[in-house]
């Protein structure tokens, strides 16, 4: 198979998973989904992190230093300015100059603001950070991103947390379409049907994090999930075939037929 790495902001993935830190039961299950995972970037709220002692701190003390990507997050943020101010903090503080934008329109639905997520984006990408903003599934919006700088853009599958799947393939398909950088699904699928589908669709990858640390067994998840990324990318790229409204005959029936 010819070299199919994911490339973003001048680094080569071999994984197209990326895993979130958070709602895990306890540290163990953690690192030992994240180990099943296979993933290289794992992505936490800035918030959550004591950024006076990183090292010391209950999310990052238990991986192996120099192992992963570092992708922080500003979730909790409501402003572009906000969002900036976390994304400082975070390279400040040694984690990493990679951010994945999270700006919350509305606290019931956690969907993105896309007015501020373009701001911030445009402020940070003027610092040298390597952004990543999570938007929802609109294509202008996405498009915008992009001219704006972003690394990678991460469309929404759906709410945070809903785990419903992918409630617009239409769109997420016209993402990928026109895209020139990276797409990244994050939020909103429940299992791997709704990630193989995403792959399927062409997205470069997928961000996961409450579909695995909730479900009943996290670790077995973490590798099913895996599983499916890299089943939809073989998928995608073996190509499926075409739609037919009449049956055909795989065994070649027409020639047996007699006269």
Not at 6 to 20: E, N, T
Not at 48 to 74: C, K
Not at 205 to 212: A, D, H, I, R, Y
Request: aromatic share 6%; net charge negative; proline share 5%.
């Amino acid at each position: 198979m010819r070299d199919d790495a994911l490339r973003i902001g001048g680094r080569s993935l071999s994984s197209r998973f990326f895993i979130g830190t958070g709602l895990f039961p306890n540290p163990f299950v953690q690192k030992e989904a994240i180990k099943a995972s296979g993933a290289e970037v794992l992505t936490f709220a800035i918030r959550r992190i004591n950024l006076d002692a990183v090292e010391d701190d209950s999310i990052l003390q238990h991986i192996e230093d120099g192992a992963f990507q570092y992708l922080p997050n500003t979730s909790g943020a409501s402003t572009a300015e906000e969002a900036v101010r976390i994304a400082r903090l975070a390279r400040a503080s040694g984690l990493s100059d990679w951010i994945k934008v999270e700006i919350s329109a509305d606290a019931k639905t956690l969907l993105p603001d896309p007015i501020e997520t373009l701001k911030a984006t445009e402020m940070l990408v003027k610092e040298g950070f390597t952004v990543l903003p999570y938007i929802s599934d609109d294509p202008v919006i996405c498009r915008r991103l992009e001219e704006a700088g972003a690394a990678a853009i991460m469309p929404g599958a759906a709410p945070i947390g809903t785990g419903l799947g992918i409630l617009n393939p239409y769109n997420l398909g016209l993402i990928v379409e026109e895209a020139g950088v990276p797409v990244i699904v994050d939020a909103g699928l429940g299992t791997a049907s709704d990630v193989t589908k995403a792959m399927e669709l062409g997205v470069d990858g997928v961000l996961m994090n409450t579909p695995v640390a909730k479900a009943k067994d996290p670790v077995m998840m973490a590798a099913a999930m895996k599983h499916a990324i890299e089943a939809g990318r073989l998928a995608y790229l073996s190509g499926r075939i075409a739609r037919k409204k009449y049956a055909s005959a795989s065994s070649g029936l027409e020639q047996f037929i007699l006269k």
